[in-house]
């Protein structure tokens, strides 16, 4: 019933648009049988985020039954409350979150409760007190991404003294908590690992960019960067080069999210080790709101399989395949 409202308002303007009346293919007929699904997503910041609002499009299309709309929050969480707040009102059937920072979700999630629209959260995880404010959450396992690493840079990395500069990502994400938090325990475990210099760089290319030159512009001396996404590192690659000095040879880079770009990177020994974080959610969202639809309850978390690529295991055809 919720979201008759919005498909009628839609199907007036439609019909009083276009001028058409009666006959099934009109479209309050095409209307009335989508389902409609309200996404928050955080912003553009990066390939990454690019390909998983691609891949929600892709998923939630009219052809495949759906009317997706979809809010860009620009990385601002107030923004994403706004847009639930809208979702609600507008009576949309279902609401995916891809949420800015984990924490500060309780009051508005107990509004979409309230109204009775499930709520699944995709990508980052959330810190609520009642953990059934939200139906259900498919993601990534950023703990273990940061832990691939460190064992990476053991293997790879450890006949010398290491001092690393330390790109974060939007500090309160459970992607930059999980990933910082793999770092720290390999700083803990080795001696001749110092953290040279930590700081966020947004996820994105301009600030990884910007935080590196301002590092090389203070002679800071430093042989790995450990970047939290492709797009900081891309960043980084800049600046680095534009001192002279070669990614891969003067600077080891370490970096997550494995896009095609960071993978040719890899080819061309730019960046020696690209952690996966796979954003092709769109799909494993549609499944879960489609057992919702069949009355199943589906799983609470699920964890994406992902795995990490360099030098020794990187393919053309792996960065042919790879969808973002
Ligand atoms: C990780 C995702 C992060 C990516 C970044 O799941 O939340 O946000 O690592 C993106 O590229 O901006």
Not at 51 to 69: D, H, K, P, V, W
Not at 300 to 321: M, P
Request: a negative charge; hydrophobic letters at 40%.
């Amino acid at each position: 019933m919720k979201s008759c409202r919005l498909i009628l308002i839609m199907a007036a303007l439609c019909l009083a648009l276009s001028g058409c009346g009666g006959g099934s293919d009109t479209p309050a007929q095409a209307l009335e049988d989508l389902t409609v699904v309200g996404f928050s997503q955080v912003g553009a910041e990066s390939d990454w985020r690019n390909g998983n609002t691609r891949s929600m499009q892709e998923a939630f299309s009219a052809g495949n039954g759906y009317r997706l709309i979809i809010d860009d929050a620009q990385q601002k969480q107030e923004r994403q409350i706004t847009a639930i707040r809208n979702f609600i009102n507008q009576g949309v059937d279902y609401i995916v979150l891809a949420p800015t920072t984990e924490r500060g979700w309780d009051t508005v999630l107990a509004e979409a409760r309230a109204a009775g629209i499930p709520v699944i959260i995709v990508d980052r995880m959330i810190e609520v007190d009642d953990p059934d404010l939200f139906t259900c959450w498919v993601g990534s396992d950023f703990r273990r991404e940061g832990e691939t690493a460190v064992r990476w840079m053991e293997e790879h990395l450890g006949d010398g003294p290491l001092r690393i500069v330390h790109l974060q990502g939007n500090i309160g994400s459970s992607a930059q908590i999980g990933r910082t938090e793999g770092l720290d325990a390999g700083l803990a475990a080795h001696e001749d690992w110092e953290l040279v210099f930590r700081e966020s760089g947004d996820f994105t290319q301009a600030k990884g960019q910007e935080l590196t030159e301002a590092i090389l512009g203070q002679g800071l001396r430093f042989n790995v960067i450990y970047s939290e996404n492709d797009n900081m590192v891309y960043g980084a690659i800049d600046a680095l080069r534009a001192a002279g000095l070669v990614p891969g040879r003067d600077v080891t880079l370490i970096s997550f999210d494995a896009g095609s770009k960071a993978l040719r990177l890899i080819l061309t020994g730019d960046i020696s080790l690209d952690v996966e974080c796979n954003p092709l959610h769109g799909p494993r969202v549609r499944a879960i709101i489609e057992q919702l639809r069949k009355g199943v309850t589906p799983q609470k978390l699920t964890y994406v399989d992902e795995t990490y690529f360099d030098a020794g295991n990187l393919t053309e055809e792996i960065i042919a395949g790879r969808g973002y």
